[in-house]
């Protein structure tokens, strides 16, 4: 039995080896075949379809869709996705960006929209291999906040929604979209309530591609994950149909079932990219002679290399102990997913850091391509929150009745 599949079930053995074999039969050929996709192809064609068509044969492209939609129902599901995105993050972050943003928008429609849209939507969604979905919450200003929360109503969404004859009414912008260009379909959040704070004033629209009023601004172009796009959202008078309302007024206080979820993802797609890294790096040292003999047989070459492996194994323990919390219910689950993301993206970064070094000049050349994890890895420190903003929000959770009151300006002081 391999290493990893310790404390797997049978169900996740059996999904581990597939994904272990698809990674190296399929996506790792392709990422090679097409290593300069990310830097040749414009931002709107980038999005590796081929790769998009063989994820959906395998049924891994639609998890998180209930199954009587025609989903697959795992007995662990924070588990399971944390084992099948770390293999999909070894092939290319970006690609396993692309499809974990489905399954989290999955997840949440499944426990927020009601039953005519999932009937709708999740129909399209299984028939269509190329259907991506986004979430859009974030931006230009004040992105943490609301993150914290900092649940005051000056530092409500500026994308504002009113009601008006059956439609409700966008207006707004937001930036950094994961799948922002292309996405079918889009969970977008407006203020609903200027006198309160986010919390409490805050609203969540179901936005399909197309919908008049509704804009692609431009796409951002960031150094790592750049098989999947990040799109600015424009919108101007954008009518939504009533009956596209998915949480009125308390969305954040129900968006826990896509942040807890989607934080064991960020780290297990971190994980991911450490351990191609970490691979390449362990193909480069055997290869490579310096002072007659292979990199390897230096001894602080080796040394360096056990920590690298250290690092990802005490990665992977946690970040299966935080998913598993996370599907037994435990009561602190959002403190442990935090912590998976947080230590999770920062040993990986520090892992693709010595995997550079060890390529000595080639580190930095495109070439041999070990740059890329470090680019990626990078992405992670910001995505789905900063983790300065994840240290406070631990703490937060930790000490509920000192730290976890404080929302606004600071009024009080603890004796
Ligand atoms: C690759 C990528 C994909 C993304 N995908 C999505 C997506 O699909 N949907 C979506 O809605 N968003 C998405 N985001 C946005 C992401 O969640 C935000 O970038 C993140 O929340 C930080 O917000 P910001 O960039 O506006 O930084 P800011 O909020 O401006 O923060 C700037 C700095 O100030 C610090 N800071 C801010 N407030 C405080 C405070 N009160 N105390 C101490 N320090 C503070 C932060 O830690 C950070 O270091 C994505 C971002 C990236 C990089």
Redesign the pocket.
Known sequence: MKMQMVGLSEEQRLIWQTCREFLDEVVLPYIRQNRDREWLAPPQERTPVELLHAVDQLGLRTLGVPEKYGGIRFDAQAQTFAIIAEELARGDSGFA?IVC?NWKVSVLLSACAPQHLQAEWFDRFMEDPTFLM?????EP????????P?NVPEAGMHTRATYKDGYWILNGR???????YGAKLYVVYANTNPNAGIMDGTSSFLVPQGTPGFFIGSIHE?MG?RLMN?AELVFEDCRIPEDHLLVKDVALRQAGVYFRPGKILQAAKALGVGVAAFEDTVTYVQQHVQGGRPLIKHQIVAAALADMAIKLETVRAFTRYAARALDEGAEDTDQLCLMAKVYSSEAVFDICRRAMELHGGMGVMREVGIERHFRDAA?FL????????HR?KIIKAMFAETAGTYAGPELVTVS
């Open positions: 960006d943003q986004a979430h859009a919450l974030t200003r004040g992105a943490s906040d609301r993150w914290l900092y937001k930036q950094f979209i994961s799948n922002g960031k994950s990040n992405i910001h995505m789905d929150g900063t983790n300065d903003i406070f």
